[in-house]
């Protein structure tokens, strides 16, 4: 890894030194700030940009520290208001009124570009989904809703539209057949234009793009995951890839997209370009912004941030989240994508009230959800894992094309695998009513009849059952390939269908049974109180919530699709059982998993090491060992440059000659400054044998007639956080994940002995936790 190079300003200050040869002498002092820093810079690089403020730039998969950020955020603050009461005139308070308001100017355009993006993908989401089995004549750019609006308007059926052609008749073989092949055709090549775009242009635009941007919240650096490449490849890939028949979606994809567009905004405004803790302030916000448009649920946008995504999540946040998914909410509604006023492709709205005895399905929904999330989890990253170590992991264009066109093929028999899976979840959704054309609706209302279910309802039955199956099959190969690629609506999808077989069996049950006591007072027949669309909502949730293990946000997240406050309650028992059932067999969700399998350093808020009686001395480094350190004392130039040739070390304490710690500095500020201070005395920067003193105290030293020292006191760190080795692990994790720090000092008895990294920490934790010997080398 490359280190980058950075401005450092430097002045001459005028000392006396009580020297016979010399009376007075030029002193070189690096000043990394207007007014100093005890905070020292950062472990990467630091640099005074135009508005003299401290800036921190970090190297590609490195941590922020969360503790000096908001610490240089404070300083910042507390300057301009001494400004502003020392000179009070209308510039300085425009200029506060304009500093105080820039994250909600951000957050508003956030929401903007959010609902315009949502927007864009879902109208050509829809169009490129119609072109794989026909098109409008004279206009080719028109949905085939929108070609037949003229039509429609006149009473004719969409299904008999006259401006719409489809590629073949599907009345006979060879139009079925040719209807078929561009079913495939199209499809394919949809995909294939995907992973093109992505693997040439911007390959962190595959996948869902939550695990990452997960981690990214907690204070990882991933450079190029949010730029404007990747924002732009998704954007026009989330429709090809939906499009394509691909069992994925493009909600958890929006996330992504719509923190990119928060990452844009940001860097308009310094105050949240220069500083890493405050710019994932505003990410926050637009993951939030990302749900509210992804299902059309502003608040269950707000809570998905604070219980999934977010580690960081002041109060102020919260106000701004809470906003920024309203504006894209808005947003999304003024474009509306679907034409019918709804933000969501499958709003619903019930009005039938659900029963005490009903309940129990809806527990016995959530238990199948918890093992459905179980078993998909362990299925799909062992496929993942296979994925890397086979052929597939590199060829993913291969890959992509074969699934696409395999997916194509096993899924055009079956209507309910044929269609768009946004379409499948308002059709499993929709309650049924009399003289309803849905074939899951097919009930003889007669009441001669022995039999409520006709012919046509058996038949969607098992359609429904081989869908189930190749849907949760298909779905377990598909997350991970490099396309972007959702998890809600295939999770949804699955939970939809068994939720609406779980229905229909209910109904059976009633009517083989009418004279049970737990509903013959309130079933008159198994239709007039079992309705199977609301057991399809409460199976997405369970599915969903076994999947993701969310909770509260899931729960606020179906209530705002369906718009029906009286199944909070069926929604709650589902989730919970969902979520225990899953916990019973792992705390971990799909997230999560990936997370681990990607082996981001992520300190999950789960975590619990309250049970190990391991000590901050047993996992600390070196183990046995004498650390690298740097004297208080008696440094000089060629020890130093010595020492960072042999040792490859990021960073140095500072001890006493008693081993006690008194500061760190970091490989890139010695280095820098060393370089610096000989540069500016005209000296080759990189002779190690040309010997300078270096001082890291304010205080005057006694030197030698000789050449100039270098003070490095404002760039170092005065106050790293130190732990005794005695202290339990327990402790020692939260202090990593409650203050955010790259790394603790070790002290016995106040002599230095070792350090503890994030790494370090991360290592031990994944050791106990799986028994294995997980690496983060490749960020080391």
Not at 150 to 178: F, K, M, Q
Not at 336 to 354: A, C, I, R, S, T
Request: neutral net charge.
């Amino acid at each position: 890894m490359e280190t980058r190079s950075r401005p450092i300003a430097l002045n001459i200050i005028k000392t006396d030194f009580p020297n016979d040869d010399m009376e007075r002498k030029d002193f070189v002092e690096l000043d990394l700030g207007k007014e100093g820093s005890s905070y020292g810079s950062d472990p990467d690089a630091l640099e005074e940009d135009f508005t003299g403020e401290t800036k921190f730039h970090y190297k590609d998969f490195g941590s922020i520290d969360w503790y000096r950020e908001l610490a240089v955020d404070q300083r910042k603050r507390a300057r301009d208001k001494e400004k502003a009461e020392k000179t009070p005139n209308i510039v300085n308070y425009i200029r506060s009124l304009a500093d105080a308001a820039s994250g909600w100017i951000i957050v508003t355009v956030i929401g903007l570009l959010a609902g315009f993006a949502a927007g864009v993908i879902d109208i050509a989401t829809k169009w490129l989904s119609d072109l794989k089995s026909g098109y409008c004549r004279g206009h080719l750019y028109l949905n085939q809703e929108q070609c037949c609006w003229s039509d429609t308007l006149h009473g004719i059926d969409e299904d008999n539209c006259t401006a719409w052609r489809d590629y073949g008749n599907p009345n006979t073989y060879g139009g079925h057949v040719l209807l078929f092949i561009m079913y495939c055709l199209m499809g394919t090549l949809f995909a294939t234009i995907a992973v093109i775009l992505v693997k040439m242009i911007a390959p962190y635009a595959c996948g869902s793009g939550i695990p990452e941007v997960k981690t990214i919240l907690s204070g990882f650096i991933m450079k190029g995951y949010l730029g404007f490449g990747t924002l732009l490849v998704k954007t026009l890939t989330m429709p090809l890839a939906v499009s394509a028949g691909l069992m994925l979606g493009k909600e958890g994809p929006l996330v992504h997209v719509a923190c990119c567009c928060g990452h844009a905004v940001s860097q308009f405004f310094p105050k949240y370009r220069n500083n890493q803790a405050k710019l994932r302030e505003m990410l926050s916000a637009s993951a939030a912004a990302g749900v509210s448009v992804a299902f059309g649920a502003p608040i269950g946008g707000v809570l998905f941030s604070l219980e999934e995504v977010s580690y960081y999540f002041p109060l102020k946040t919260l106000w701004r989240s809470f906003f920024c998914a309203l504006i894209a909410a808005f947003s999304l509604r003024a474009m509306n994508p679907f034409g019918n006023q709804h933000l969501v492709l499958f709003y619903v709205e019930y009005d039938k009230p659900y029963h005490l005895f009903e309940l129990f399905p809806f527990i016995i929904l959530g238990i199948l959800g918890g093992l459905y999330g179980i078993l998909f989890i362990n299925m799909n990253l062992s496929w993942c894992r296979f994925r890397k170590r086979s052929i597939l992991g590199q060829h993913p264009l291969l890959e992509v094309v074969i699934l696409a066109l395999g997916t194509s093929i096993l899924a055009y028999p079956n209507p309910y695998t044929r269609i768009q899976s946004g379409h499948l979840i308002r059709l499993l959704f929709k309650e049924c009513k009399r003289y309803d054309d849905n074939p899951l609706c097919d009930y003889n209302y007669s009441q001669n009849a022995t039999t409520v279910f006709n012919d046509g309802i058996t038949q969607a039955t098992w359609q429904l059952i081989l869908a189930l199956v190749v849907k949760s099959a298909l779905t377990v190969i598909t997350f991970g390939i490099k396309v972007p690629a959702g998890l809600f609506i295939p999770s949804m999808v699955t939970g939809a269908i068994t939720g609406r077989l779980i229905g229909i069996l209910t109904q059976k049950i009633i009517e083989a049974f009418p004279t049970l006591s737990i509903w013959e007072g309130v079933c008159a027949d198994p239709t007039s109180c079992i309705e199977p669309g609301l057991y399809s909502m409460v199976g997405a949730a369970a599915a969903l919530g076994g999947v993701t293990r969310m909770t509260v946000s899931l729960v606020v997240i179906m209530f705002e699709v369906t718009g029906g406050l009286q199944y909070i309650v069926p929604f709650m028992v589902a989730t919970m059982a969902s979520k225990w059932i899953g916990d019973a067999f792992g705390k971990d969700g799909i997230y999560d998993g990936h997370i681990t399998l990607n082996e981001y350093p992520y300190l999950d808020v789960k975590i619990d090491m309250q049970q190990q009686k391991t000590t901050a001395g047993q996992i600390m480094n070196p183990k046995g060992g004498t650390m690298v350190t740097i004297p208080f004392q008696g440094s000089t130039t060629e020890k130093l440059c010595t020492m960072l040739a042999d040792h490859p070390f990021s960073g140095f304490p500072i001890v006493t000659v008693q081993g006690r710690l008194v500061a760190f500095i970091t490989r890139e500020d010695l280095q820098e400054g060393i370089a610096a201070g000989r540069k500016l005395m005209t000296l080759d920067p990189n002779d190690a044998h040309i010997d300078q003193t270096v001082l890291f105290t304010m205080s005057t030293p006694l030197v030698s007639a000789g050449r100039v020292p270098i003070r490095l006191n404002n760039v170092i760190d005065y106050s790293p956080v130190t732990i005794s080795e005695q202290t339990s692990i327990a402790l020692v994790l939260e202090v990593f994940r409650k203050l955010g720090c790259r790394q603790v000092f070790v002290l016995r008895q106040g002599e230095l002995v070792g350090l503890i990294t994030k790494k370090d920490l991360l290592q031990f934790i994944y050791e106990t936790r799986n028994n294995d010997q997980t690496s983060y080398t490749q960020f080391k």
